[in-house]
């Protein structure tokens, strides 16, 4: 009787799960390097700028406008003064996120819930490559839609290997 090497077949499968982990890696992987890529073309520093944050609040906090602004980073706030009373709002007072433009009150302050004049500077970019790189990025928010359809390839291969498996031993024997 012969001996049928069935795990030569098998190997098949192997390959094909192999190359959509290494697909994803690498595309995971330049996603993360688009993102570096996006902060470090950032040519611009805008001169300081005045914005009124109308009802800042302790929970989502208000962004200000120029996060549309591609490559928006690097923000830090030189003065914010309360636009109902017209004083300072000293820095135990608020949190700022200096990668979204979130400004927040703290806990229970008592300027939560007025309007805010807050003076800000930041770095952005005017590029095309900018531009390019945040296409690409917010274009791969849609990729989980795919996701899906990623994993059902995979258990067609596998179903189809294991089938050439079978009607190949059949052949064999």
């Known amino acids: ?4 090497n069935k795990r030569g077949n ?41 914005e009124t944050l109308t009802t800042v609040d302790n929970v989502t906090g208000e962004q200000v406008t ?24 000293n820095s135990a007072n608020y949190t700022v996120d200096s990668r979204t433009g979130v400004v927040k009150a703290v ?16 770095s952005f970019s005017n590029n095309s490559v900018c531009d390019a790189t945040n296409k690409t990025i917010s274009g791969q928010g849609s990729f989980a839609d795919y996701f899906d359809l990623m994993i059902l390839a995979v258990v067609i291969a596998v179903v189809i290997s294991l089938l050439l498996v079978v009607f190949n031993l059949r052949r064999v024997r």
């Not at 192999?18 to 994803?24: I, N, P, Q, Y």
């Not at 806990?107 to 930041?122: F, H, L, P």
């Open 1 to 4: 009787m012969r001996k049928i």
């Open 10 to 50: 098998l190997d098949l499968i192997l390959t094909g799960v192999f190359v959509f982990t290494l697909a994803g890696f690498l595309l995971v992987m330049g996603l993360i390097m688009l993102d570096d890529i996006y902060l470090d073309i950032a040519d611009e520093t805008a001169s300081p700028v005045d």
């Open 66 to 89: 120029a996060t549309s602004n591609c490559g928006f980073h690097g923000f830090s706030v030189g003065n914010i003064a309360n636009l109902t009373e017209g004083s300072d709002i």
């Open 107 to 122: 806990g229970t302050s008592e300027y939560a819930d007025d309007s805010w004049v807050i003076n800000y500077s930041y």
